[in-house]
C-alpha cells in the first residue's frame, strides 16, 4: 500500500482514498458497490466531504479491504507495532462506552469513537475464518457465531486480569454483532460484569443501560431481567435506592415469566436468576431474602459448575458477614476459597477482598487468620 494512501488511512481521510482508487482506474459505480453506497454519495466525497459516522468507516474499511487497525477502528496487526505506554483506565473505559453507542446508534452520541490502547493484548482477534467469509455471511449463524467467541475470549481474559485483551475481544464482539440487538445486550451484559469486578459499579451501569436500550424492544423477558438485576449494583454504588428497587422488582418478575429455553446461551445461564436476585437484595441490605434466593441459587446449581459455585458461595459468605452472622460467615469463607483456589480466577478472588477486610477487623484469631489466608492465597 503506498504511504500516501497509508497516511490517509490513519488520517481517516476517505476522500483521498477514494481518489486513489478511481484515479487507479476503479469506476466509481464499481466502488459505491464496495461500500455499499450511492454513487452520489461517492460524488461528495471525492469532492471532500468528511466522513466521521464510525459504522461507516467501519463499513468502507471492510469493503476495500483496508485492516481495521490502519484506520485506528479495531485491532490488528499493524495496531501491534506502536505500543503505548502508561495508560489511563478511565479514558479506556470511555473509549469502549462510546464505541459501543456507535455502534448501536449509529452516531457517537457518546462521543467519538477511538481506537483502544494497546498495551499487551496477547492475539488478534481470531479472524482466522476469514473476513471474506464473515462478510459472505453477515447477519448469519457464522457471524454471529464468531462474535459470542470473542466475548467469551473477552471474559475469560478480564477474569484473569488481562484487561487489554478483554477490551479488545468485546469490540470485535461488539462488531460482529451488530443489527442483532439481543446479541449486543449480551456482550455489553458480559462488559457490564467485567467491569464491576474491577471495581467501577458505575460505569459498568452506563454499558448495562446502553444493553437495556439495546433491548428494549426484546421480546425475551430473560434479556431484560438480567440486564436490571446487574443494573442494581451500579444504582446502589450512585446512591440511587430507589431506581435499584425499581430493576429489582422488575427483574423479579421478568424471571418468572421467562423460558430459559428460548434464551441465548450467555442469558439462559442466568437460570431462574436466584444468584443475580441474591447479589442485587444484598447490595439493598435485604438479608433474609437475600439468603434465601442465594440458597435456592446454590441447591439448583450443577456441581461441576466450579466458578459459579465460588461467586454464589461468596455471595452467602458476605450476606451473613453483614448480617452479624460470623461463625456461619467464616464457614461459607474457608469454603469459598477453597472453590476459588480450584477455580483460579483472580476477578472471584477480588470479589473476596472485602470478606477479608471484614474478617481482618474482627477481634478474632480464626478471623485474622482466615483474613490473611484469603489476601495472600496463591492462584
Given at each position: 500500500m503506498p504511504l500516501a494512501v497509508r497516511e490517509a488511512c490513519a488520517a481517516r481521510d476517505i476522500s483521498t482514498i477514494f481518489g486513489f482508487l478511481v484515479d487507479s482506474g476503479m469506476s466509481q459505480r464499481e466502488l459505491a458497490v464496495l461500500v455499499k453506497m450511492n454513487q452520489?454519495?461517492?460524488?461528495?466525497i471525492l469532492k471532500g466531504r468528511q466522513v466521521q459516522a464510525y459504522d461507516m468507516l467501519v463499513r468502507i474499511a471492510d469493503g476495500l479491504g483496508i485492516p481495521r487497525g490502519l484506520m485506528g477502528l479495531a485491532y490488528g496487526e499493524h495496531d501491534r507495532a506502536?505500543?503505548?505506554g502508561e495508560v489511563d483506565e478511565d479514558v479506556e473505559r470511555r473509549k469502549l462506552l462510546a464505541i459501543a453507542g456507535a455502534l448501536l446508534f449509529g452516531a457517537p452520541i457518546f462521543g467519538q469513537p477511538e481506537p483502544l490502547a494497546i498495551r499487551r493484548v496477547l492475539a488478534d482477534p481470531p479472524r482466522r475464518v476469514g473476513m471474506a467469509d464473515v462478510r459472505m455471511y453477515e447477519q448469519t449463524l457464522l457471524q454471529l457465531l464468531v462474535s459470542d467467541v470473542h466475548r467469551r475470549a473477552g471474559w475469560a481474559a478480564g477474569d484473569v486480569g488481562l484487561i487489554d485483551d478483554y477490551r479488545a475481544h468485546m469490540h470485535a464482539a461488539l462488531d460482529l454483532a451488530a443489527g442483532d440487538p439481543d446479541r449486543v445486550a449480551l456482550?455489553?451484559?458480559?462488559?457490564g460484569a467485567i467491569e464491576k469486578s474491577l471495581g467501577d459499579p458505575e460505569f459498568s451501569l452506563k454499558l448495562l443501560q446502553v444493553g437495556q436500550t439495546a433491548a428494549a424492544t426484546s421480546t425475551d423477558p430473560q434479556v431484560r431481567a438480567v440486564l436490571g438485576g446487574e443494573a442494581v449494583a451500579g444504582y446502589v454504588a450512585m446512591g440511587r435506592p430507589d431506581m435499584a428497587r425499581k430493576e429489582l422488582a422488575?427483574?423479579?418478575?421478568?424471571?418468572a415469566d421467562a423460558d430459559v429455553s428460548q434464551s441465548?446461551?450467555?442469558?439462559?445461564?442466568?437460570?431462574n436468576g436466584h444468584g443475580v436476585l441474591a447479589s442485587a437484595e444484598q447490595k439493598l441490605g435485604n438479608y433474609d431474602a437475600a439468603r434465601t434466593e442465594i440458597l435456592t441459587a446454590l441447591r439448583k446449581r450443577p456441581?461441576?459448575?466450579?466458578?459459579?459455585?465460588?461467586?454464589?458461595?461468596i455471595i452467602l459468605a458476605t450476606i451473613n458477614m453483614q448480617a452479624g452472622e460470623i461463625g456461619a460467615?467464616?464457614?461459607d469463607t474457608q469454603r469459598a476459597l477453597?472453590?476459588?483456589?480450584?477455580v483460579g480466577s483472580p476477578q472471584l478472588h477480588n470479589r473476596m477482598m472485602p470478606l477479608a477486610d471484614e474478617l481482618g477487623r474482627r477481634n478474632d484469631s480464626t478471623c485474622r487468620d482466615l483474613a490473611r489466608a484469603v489476601r495472600t492465597v496463591e492462584l
Open positions: 452520489s454519495e461517492i460524488v461528495e506502536q505500543p503505548v456482550v455489553l451484559c458480559t462488559a422488575a427483574a423479579r418478575s421478568l424471571f441465548l446461551h450467555g442469558f439462559a445461564a442466568y437460570g456441581k461441576d459448575d466450579a466458578w459459579c459455585n465460588a461467586l454464589d458461595t460467615a467464616v464457614q477453597m472453590l476459588v483456589q480450584r
